[in-house]
């Protein structure tokens, strides 16, 4: 059974860092595409940001030049370091893996990604 557990979420000011954490099982987790989103309430998913099997990175332009994504092969775990939060950052993060195309649709988030699997997702509040 494939399971993306994320961990880290909290409550921070602006200015403040977090450390998103995505621990995948079920999956071979080496050569595997992993991403982030987010989901504000009432918004659809936004792209945060992804990590290529090759080693490439992307952001979403709001978050370029703050967030940094990184993984941990031997832990089965991508991180998303989060540094000069903003109040517009807030929303339930959570990772996904394994690029697809087309995407799937995920009925709980009413979004679709690019990727085949997905987590619970963290809560990120930024205060102002």
């Known amino acids: 059974e494939v399971q993306l557990v994320e961990s880290g979420g909290g409550s921070v000011q602006a200015g403040g860092s977090l450390r998103l954490s995505c621990t995948a099982s079920g999956f071979t987790f080496v050569g595997s595409d992993m991403g982030w989103f987010r989901q504000s309430p009432g918004k659809g998913c936004e792209f945060v940001s992804i990590l290529n099997s090759d080693g490439s990175t992307k952001f979403t332009d709001s978050v370029q030049g703050r967030f940094t994504i990184s993984q941990d092969n031997p832990k089965n775990t991508v991180y998303l370091q989060m540094n000069s939060l903003k109040p517009e950052d807030t929303g339930e993060y959570f990772c996904?893996?394994?690029?697809?195309?087309?995407?799937?649709?995920?009925?709980?988030?009413?979004?679709?990604?690019?990727?085949?699997?997905w987590g619970q997702g963290t809560q990120v509040t930024v205060s102002s």
């Open positions: 996904t893996a394994g690029g697809v195309d087309p995407g799937t649709w995920i009925p709980e988030r009413r979004c679709v990604v690019m990727f085949g699997y």
